[in-house]
């Protein structure tokens, strides 16, 4: 079993004492085994001197689509609703096999140098086999699912599905794929919203979420334009609809939810639903603010999604902290949204929308050994003297600044190379795939 020593470094545990400890960490196999003090140097295979340096736990994001990455910059200054018809949804209708793999792989990428270790993605509807297959080399800790599209007239027909066959191959993926590598890659129901599934869909998946005891992850109250269709269609508000289904549970992730009323916000609040704050996907669709300060009032679990690569342009979680604290500060003060806060959702508050903070989330032993190591130690970062280090991180720390990341016990990246993927390959093959994708799209380039 290998063991990693990480020596000398500064500790942001986000344990519940929320402590900051100094001193070393033991990696045991994929978790930790020991941490603070001085940890003698023989009980370890690989020594890491993090002196100077600043270890978190790893970034847990709640919304991702690793099969869009591919698209980023192909999608630029759209609402929510021009954004999927015009653009997105014809590019996920001309994937292949090889692009949704590499689509993942610079995703998963991109993830890895920028400190997250666990996301939860939702792939587009054919070839999630091939994503899964990306997930797992990569060694990245994953909630993974194929959407699920049985329904609306202006879906192109390549991503059009029988409700049967979409739900069949949803569970041919979870039978092969949930719980895969000790539990480091799981399965979660991807329906993609309410407007392009059915409700036969939607009960079904309901049932099979409840008996395979995996999330349900799907977008709700994005858009003011897609909520009005979703009344005129079913009577009922997005999230009063899905309750009505009995999909509004603690497995339930929703992604989003900028436009609540006070009867979504209690369902979330007494049904222990999860939100996924996605501020740079809400500001760049023009979709809006989402009320976050009121819904940690409400107790509401909350964390943080960077969403897809084309509607943000990145999947860095430096990036949506930073966001998730500034867009209240105008309308509710500037201790609305402070930088402790936004931390817990990038880290502890990813762990619980998961189902996982007895495993991720905090820097703790027994935990599963995901963190990433940052170097502090730049202009950009200077003076640190008198600074609290979470406002270091969260206000001015870029990804450029995580100089290696660990994932189950598994070195990924050091020192800014990447262990598990080549990166020179990964871009060479993503520009390949784009160029196929645009053209069987019909899309000019």
């Not at 991503?159 to 993926?173: F, G, H, K, M, Y």
């Not at 509710?332 to 989330?361: C, Q, Y």
């Not at 990246?413 to 196929?436: G, H, P, W, Y």
Request: charged share 25%; net charge negative; proline share 3%.
């Amino acid at each position: 079993m290998l063991k990693i020593l990480i020596k000398n470094a500064e500790f942001i545990t986000m344990n519940a004492k929320e402590e900051i400890i100094y001193g070393d960490l033991l990696i045991e196999g994929d978790r930790i085994k020991a941490m603070g003090g001085e940890l003698c140097d023989q009980a370890a295979d690989k020594v890491i001197d993090a002196k100077g340096k600043t270890v978190i736990p790893g970034f847990i994001q709640t919304h991702i689509h690793l099969c869009q990455t591919l698209f980023r910059g192909q999608a630029d200054d759209l609402e929510l609703l021009d954004w999927l018809k015009q653009r997105i949804w014809p590019l996920e209708a001309s994937h292949d096999e090889e692009s949704v793999y590499y689509s993942a792989m610079l995703g998963i990428g991109e993830l890895i140098q920028s400190g997250t270790t666990t996301i939860m993605d939702m792939e587009t509807v054919h070839h999630t086999d091939y994503a899964f297959q990306a997930l797992s080399q990569s060694g990245i800790r994953a909630l993974s699912g194929k959407v699920m599209m049985d329904k609306g007239g202006e879906v192109p027909t390549g991503l059009r599905e029988v409700t049967a066959r979409s739900l069949q191959q949803s569970v041919d993926l979870l039978e092969k794929w949930h719980g895969f590598d000790n539990g480091r890659l799981k399965y979660a129901f991807s329906p993609r919203f309410v407007i392009s599934c059915t409700e036969e869909l939607l009960k079904e998946v309901q049932r099979l979420s409840d008996s395979y005891k995996v999330n349900v992850h799907t977008h709700a109250s994005e858009n003011r334009g897609e909520i009005e269709i979703v009344q005129l269609e079913t009577g009922m508000r997005n999230v009063v609809y899905l309750d009505h289904l009995g999909l509004a549970n603690d497995r339930l992730i929703l992604a989003h939810c900028v436009w609540l009323n006070e009867e979504e916000k209690k369902i979330i609040q007494e049904r222990g639903v999860h939100v996924s704050h996605c501020p740079g996907s809400n500001l760049k669709l023009a979709s809006g603010i989402a009320e976050t300060p009121d819904l940690l009032d409400r107790h509401i679990s909350l964390s943080l999604g960077a969403d897809g690569a084309p509607c943000n342009n990145n999947l860095d979680m430096f990036n949506e902290m930073r966001l998730a604290a500034l867009i209240q500060k105008p309308a509710h003060g500037p201790t609305s949204m402070n930088a402790n806060t936004v931390f817990k959702m990038a880290t502890i508050g990813g762990a619980r929308a998961v189902g996982m903070e007895k495993e991720i989330g905090s820097l703790e032993p027994g935990k599963k050994a995901d963190l990433a190591i940052l170097n502090l130690n730049d202009f950009h970062l200077y003076p640190s003297f008198g600074v609290d280090p979470v406002s270091r991180i969260v206000y001015s720390a870029t990804r450029h600044d995580v100089e290696t990341t660990i994932i189950n016990g598994q070195i990924v990246m050091e020192n800014r190379r990447l262990n598990t993927l080549d990166q020179d390959i990964v871009l060479k093959e993503a520009n390949r795939s784009i160029k196929r994708v645009l053209k069987r799209a019909e899309i000019l380039v």
